[in-house]
Each structure stands twice: as structure tokens, then as C-alpha cells.
């Protein structure tokens, strides 16, 4: 695992330059899109048509992906009692919801706008859990309304909140603690890291048996379970098995003092995808550690995958606008931006990116968006197909954290997501126009 995206770094500085064997990277890192004759393909449709008929840049999922991943997971929980609630945040489109609830999944929200898209998509409560450090009392009612499987609690003063909120409309919320396991983890940039001493998520370790206890008491409240999610783009074992420990080993004292059975486990999200060559979670041996350690505890065991499910199932596509060469560098300015793919700039993040028709040389450039910010780049000083004006790059592994971080900056409208399906392709969301700009404005007309 490549250890070097620290964002204390220098700008660019090795982090978004072509890691070694970047060229042979594997096949997992295509998943979904594939190139032939016709130029590179998602799943069996031509990126250059869908190009041609919805504009640029665009969002392109591969369902086929998606359904890969979620099958691939499930195989390697076995027969754990088990069931993933896809984290939505990570792509929230309603599409992608409705593929995933086919597959059976559940979800997992941090939001009101989250449980209002959950349950347009057809989620019910049952398959509803409810994390998030910050909840208002307005999202706590609604989703009590909803009837929501689980609330993950992060603080004390939230779990009061929330009894006070459940009394008042006399139901009663199933409750996991979301504890900090205050274990170390290594993820490519410390924004991803949650599980760590000092950080704003969870309940601290050593308060979890004294909040369980205060939980015990409160009319509303119903304490059911654990809960923990560590962070993000997670691609070894230990920073689970740790914190899994830590968690048994505080239910354990949790169901000794208040004299109570703990039912559900929810070990979190955060698996990591290859953006690279090799730096993603090997989900046979995930499977394989999760069952030896969870696999007779007798609780049911939740966990909330978001970017494996949903990360290298997408490509942004975009233009190339023009080429350019300014003080002894090449760029390559495209038609898509930081307010349409924002991990690059906000994250530091690597995304392979190559010509979707067949180029042949390469160059070294710099790949930079429209936006009036020099943290507008998608790849620096990074080996590139040697693109011209007018030709298409696909921008791969943008299905997570991607359209859903988009925004409007520069007042610029957000591209449109299509989702490909074997030969045939929907337009999920169409793409905004002016009016989109300004539609919330005192003044619009
Ligand atoms: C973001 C998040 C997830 C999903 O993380 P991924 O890295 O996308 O798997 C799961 N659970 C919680 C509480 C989260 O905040």
C-alpha cells in the first residue's frame, strides 16, 4: 500500500504523479469499463456515444460493477449473520440506490436529505441506520417517523437529545453507541481517518460503559447495540480487528453491569478500493477475519461499505479544452473541474486517467479543470495519453465521492450521471442548466 498521500506534503508532491506500475495496473481498477476497437467501453456501451448524446463532463456507472462488488462482498461474509447497509453519502443517486436495494442491501444515512432520498428509492425503517456526529432534532424526528432500524449515538448530550425527541412523539429509539476504538489507522489522507483518539467522531472508549449506562435509564431509549467506523480507503485488517475487539470486549462489560443483551454490531464502513495498483483490501481475507471473530458472538453484525460498492464502478468523462505550455510545464485543460471531481484537490487523491479513444503517445502534463483556483487539477506532472482539443478522458474511479461532493462553484452547472446497464444506458440525472443556478434565489424569476 502506497503510504506516501500525506497532506502535509507539498502540492502534488508525488501524490498525483504516476505511481510505479501504474501502466499494469489490474484489472479490478477497470471494473466496469473495458477498451476495444470502438475506444474504451462501460460495460458493453461506447463512452464516446454517451459523450456524443449527453454532453460533457459526464458521470458514467457501470451497474455490472456494482452488482460485482456487492456479490463479492456478500461471498466473502458467507454465512455470517449478516447484512451491508451501503453507506449513501458515498453516491446518493436514486438509481444507484434502487440497483443496490434490489441486490438487498440496506443503508446507511448521515442526514435528513439521506433518509428523504432512502425512502423515495423505497428503503423502509427496517433497513434505515441513522449515523452522523452532528443530527438536528428535526432529522431525529423524522427519523423516528420513519421508524429507523438503528440511530448510532456519538455523544452523550445526543443520546438525552434524542430521548427527549422520542418521548415527544412517544416512540422509542433502537440505539447503538457509536464508539471511538481508538485504534490507529492508516488511510491515504488523515481527512479519511475517524477511529483515533482526539477525533470529532464516536463516543471516547473509556466513557462508552458510563454513557451505556445513563442509555439504560432513558424513557425513548432502547440500547440495542455497538457501533464503529474507523475511516475510509481502510485496505488492511488490523484497524478492524482491533477496534472489533475492543468493541466485543465493551459489550461484554456493557451486558454484565446493566444486566442487558446487545443484538446488533455495526462494524462501520471504510474498505478500500485499488485507485492504484495495489492498494486495495483484500475482501477474501476480510471476510475470512470478520467470520473467525464475529462469527459465534450471536449478534447480528451490520456493516456500511459505501466506496466499495459504488468506488471504481464510475468514470468522470470531460473534454479536453485546450493544450497549453506555460513556464516549462504542459497542461491539459478539460471541460470538467474541481466543483465537478473534487477529490484531487481536496484529498490529494490519485485517479487513473486515460483518452477514451486510442492516443498512442504519451506526454507529461499536468490535467487541470476551468475553475478559477490553482487547486483545480486532476493529475500533476503525471505521464498522460498525449491528448489534443476536442479529444475524451475518462477521469476512472469517480462512482464514489465524486458527483455527490459536486457543487455549483464558478457558477458552473453539474454534469449529468448516467448509468450504463450491459448494452443500454439511462440518463439518471440530467444535467443543470442556468436556471438550476439561481432557481433557489430571492430574484429568479
Ligand atoms: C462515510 C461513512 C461510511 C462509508 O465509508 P466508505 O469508506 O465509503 O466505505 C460508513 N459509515 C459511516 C458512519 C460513514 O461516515
Do not use: W
Not at 59 to 65: F, G, K, P
Not at 157 to 167: C, D, F, I, P, S
Not at 324 to 346: C, E, Q, V, W, Y
Not at 362 to 374: H, Q, Y
Amino acid at each position: 500500500m502506497r503510504r506516501c498521500c500525506d497532506s502535509r506534503g507539498a502540492l502534488g508532491e508525488g501524490v498525483l504523479t504516476a505511481p510505479a506500475g501504474e501502466r499494469s495496473a489490474p484489472a479490478a481498477q477497470r471494473i466496469g469499463f473495458s477498451r476495444t476497437r470502438e475506444g474504451l467501453l462501460c460495460d458493453a456501451v461506447p463512452i464516446e456515444r454517451i459523450a456524443k448524446e449527453c454532453g460533457t463532463p459526464v458521470y458514467i456507472y457501470s451497474a455490472s460493477a456494482i452488482r460485482e462488488q456487492y456479490s463479492a462482498l456478500e461471498a466473502a461474509l458467507g454465512s455470517l449473520n449478516h447484512r451491508l447497509h451501503y453507506s449513501v453519502k458515498a453516491n446518493s443517486n436514486l438509481a444507484i440506490l434502487k440497483l443496490l436495494k434490489g441486490l438487498g442491501a440496506g443503508v446507511d444515512i448521515v442526514s435528513g436529505g439521506e433518509l428523504f432520498r432512502a425512502l423515495l428509492a423505497g428503503f423502509t425503517g427496517d433497513d434505515i441506520v441513522f449515523s452522523g456526529v452532528g443530527k438536528t432534532e428535526r432529522e431525529m424526528e423524522e427519523a423516528l417517523r420513519a421508524d429507523v432500524l438503528l440511530f448510532n449515538v456519538e455523544s452523550e448530550q445526543e443520546l438525552h437529545v434524542l430521548a427527549e425527541v422520542a418521548t415527544r412523539l412517544k416512540r422509542r429509539a433502537r440505539v447503538a453507541l457509536r464508539v471511538n476504538p481508538e485504534v490507529l489507522v492508516d488511510t491515504p489522507h488523515p481527512y479519511t481517518r475517524t477511529g483515533g483518539k482526539g477525533m470529532k467522531f464516536g463516543i471516547a472508549f473509556d466513557e462508552a460503559l458510563a454513557v451505556a449506562t445513563v442509555a439504560m435509564d432513558l424513557p425513548g431509549i432502547h440500547l440495542v447495540g455497538l457501533d464503529m467506523h474507523v475511516g475510509s480507503q481502510i485496505s488492511q485488517l488490523a484497524p478492524y480487528e482491533a477496534g472489533l475487539n475492543r468493541l466485543l470486549h465493551l459489550r461484554t462489560e456493557i451486558e454484565h453491569s446493566a444486566k442487558i443483551k446487545l443484538g446488533y454490531l455495526d462494524m462501520g464502513g471504510g474498505l478500500a478500493v485499488s485507485y492504484e495498483s495495489n492498494d486495495a483490501i483484500d475482501i477474501s481475507a476480510f471476510g475470512g477475519a470478520v467470520n473467525e471473530m464475529l462469527g459465534s458472538v450471536g449478534m447480528r453484525i451490520l456493516l456500511e461499505p459505501g466506496r466499495f460498492l459504488v468506488g471504481n464502478a464510475g468514470a468522470l468523462v470531460t473534454r479536453v479544452l485546450y493544450r497549453k505550455r506555460s513556464g516549462g510545464k504542459n497542461f491539459i485543460i478539460t471541460d470538467a473541474g474541481m466543483n465537478d471531481l473534487l477529490r484531487p484537490s481536496h484529498y490529494h487523491a490519485y485517479h487513473r486517467i486515460e483518452a477514451v479513444s486510442h492516443v498512442g503517445l504519451g506526454t507529461i502534463a499536468d490535467v487541470v479543470g476551468p475553475v478559477c483556483e490553482s487547486g483545480d487539477f486532476f493529475a500533476v506532472d503525471r505521464q498522460v495519453d498525449d491528448v489534443v482539443r476536442g479529444d475524451l478522458l475518462a477521469v476512472h474511479s469517480a462512482g464514489a465521492y465524486g458527483f455527490v461532493m459536486a457543487s455549483n462553484y464558478n457558477s458552473r452547472p453539474r454534469p449529468c450521471e448516467v448509468l450504463v446497464d450491459g448494452s443500454s444506458f439511462s440518463v439518471v440525472t440530467r444535467r443543470e442548466d442556468y436556471n438550476d443556478l439561481v432557481r433557489a434565489e430571492r430574484g429568479a424569476s
